[in-house]
């Protein structure tokens, strides 16, 4: 998730399978993504009338988009 090789992640997180990295990875992924959507839905609330904007819709694509790597 880092860049790092996922053999070299398998190694330091001591998992004898690239299988039981991958299901860490996942579940890492998905722990980001329901982070962000936090996150977005805190700042659409706090924007007020603002938030319907293409500007806000465009913002909330960019961070979903760098974050989940979609």
Do not use: F, W, Y
């Not at 070299?8 to 982070?35: F, P, W």
């Not at 959507?37 to 500007?55: F, Q, S, W, Y």
């Amino acid at each position: 998730m880092a860049g790092a090789e996922i053999r070299t992640g398998a190694g330091v997180m001591g998992h004898s399978t690239i299988q039981t990295t991958m299901r860490c990875v996942q579940v890492a992924a998905q722990h980001k993504r329901e982070a962000v959507d936090r996150l977005v839905g805190a700042v659409k609330r706090n924007r007020g009338p603002k938030k319907d904007t293409e500007a806000a819709k465009g913002g909330n694509e960019l961070v979903t988009g760098s974050v989940t790597g979609k």
